[in-house]
């Protein structure tokens, strides 16, 4: 009783909190759930007509038909958002139903729920995920129809965690691709020793559960300001906020904290996929874990423009296996101490590029599976556009 009772206070305050819209939702070939990042979607629809349904409270549709449906699933024990959300596909009736956000639940369950040929659910990968920590033993499994995924990596690792994946399509980074194919567009930037891509970590405190990770990160920057000071090499952080932004003023105040304030920050810009262009043009990418990382190894195995030359070094300094990269290698640290971590970064600068990506080409193709013969982009242009023209019935 109490379970519920917490269910609807929390189901209460998300209505009140909401953005409500009482039209009725328009027929459409394509339905997007989670509106975040929707700008990333957009160009591989070729101008077909979309609906979003939004996930996280901006907006709620509480249209009357809308309502009359989900309260007809939720009667039949669906909860009420995968009732909602059921209700709202139902009217749109489309076609292809698409998600970036692809550790998004109600997506999941949306997929599972559905069992009609002629709709087809997409789930794109934007993220290197923690099973073992997201979805351990006993929570709702993983579920896509239709996994578009970075490589073989996720194939492997979804497949020993237990999720149900009907189809993985191992193609690589969606926002790496844009970036291969604006290439020519973006432009040069002066060459730096060291990147460090920023995690966000100085958001959460040290007692919540990124607390470790917080703390391992900052001993890699301890590490950093050392290394840069005894070896004279320049420094550039990729910051994860845009500019203009509360959240990026802390998080250059944080740098400046642990690196000096004479450290060159760059606020994130997802239009111009600055952190890309960022870690395309250092001569080794350092992090704790993220996903960049990954793409920049796929980068230089696959021997583009982007990045030739280029090297990275993971550093997980926490007690947890979940952060270590995915592969070992020269490219991999996870034992602490600044002698280690020096001695590794001028490894990295003194080895050549050629047999940096001799070493690392079969670990980073395993990684990322993008194919410069069909990209990431242009591979989901053609799968929505094909399922399309074989269900048009808006």
């Known amino acids: 009783m109490k379970e519920f009772v917490n269910k609807g206070i929390r189901l209460a305050a998300y209505v009140l909190k909401a953005n409500k819209t009482f039209s009725v939702p328009g027929k459409a070939k394509i339905l997007v759930v989670d509106g975040c990042r929707l700008e990333v979607l957009t160009p591989l629809f070729n101008g077909e007509n979309y609906e979003v349904l939004y996930t996280r409270g901006e907006i709620l549709n509480l249209n ?11 009667a039949h024990g669906n909860s009420f958002f995968l009732s909602h959300a059921m209700a709202f ?43 073992s920590r997201d979805n351990p033993k ?40 844009y970036y291969r194919s604006l290439s020519r567009m973006i432009e040069e930037r002066a060459q730096m020793d060291l990147c460090l891509v920023s995690e966000g970590l100085h958001a959460f405190s040290y007692d919540s559960p990124y607390g470790q990770s917080r703390r391992a990160f900052e001993r890699l920057m301890d590490y950093i300001r050392i290394f840069i000071a005894r070896n004279k090499r320049s420094l550039l952080v990729a910051c994860r906020y845009s500019a203009n932004t509360r959240e990026v003023s802390a998080e250059i105040d944080y740098f400046y904290a642990h690196l000096g ?101 079969a670990p980073a193709s395993y990684l990322v599976g993008y194919s410069e013969a069909n990209p990431t982009h242009l591979l989901l242009q053609s799968v929505i556009a094909d399922q399309i023209g074989n269900y048009r019935h808006n």
């Not at 309502?67 to 939720?74: R, T």
């Not at 087809?120 to 923690?130: C, E, L, M, P, S």
């Not at 499994?141 to 191992?170: I, L, M, R, W």
């Not at 550093?315 to 070992?328: A, G, R, W």
Request: a negative charge; aromatic letters at 12%; charged letters at 20%.
């Open 138 to 177: 006993g929570s709702k499994p993983v579920y896509h129809s239709n996994f578009f995924c970075f490589g073989n990596y996720e194939v492997d690792q979804y497949k020993s965690h237990g999720a149900c994946v009907q189809t993985f399509y191992p193609c690589g980074s969606l926002l790496d691709s």
């Open 261 to 361: 304030k004479d450290t060159m920050c760059t606020p994130n810009n997802s239009q111009r996929l600055t952190s890309y262009s960022l870690t395309d043009n250092a001569r080794v990418v350092v992090c704790g874990f993220s996903t960049l990382l990954r793409e920049a190894t796929s980068e230089l195995s696959l021997g583009q423009t982007f990045g030739r030359g280029r090297k990275i070094l993971a550093c997980n300094y926490s007690d947890e296996t979940i952060y270590d990269f995915p592969v070992d290698g020269i490219w991999s640290l996870n034992e602490q101490g600044y002698t280690l971590f020096e001695e590794r970064l001028l490894a990295l600068f003194s080895m050549d590029p050629d047999s940096y990506r001799k070493l690392s080409s």
């Open 64 to 74: 009357i038909v809308v309502i009359l449906k989900a309260f007809i699933n939720w």
């Open 89 to 131: 596909l139902d009217i749109v009736k489309p076609s292809v139903v698409i998600t970036f956000s692809d550790n998004n639940a109600l997506f999941q369950q949306l997929d599972a729920k559905t069992n009609c040929e002629s709709v087809k659910f997409i789930t794109i990968q934007n993220g290197t995920r923690a099973l």
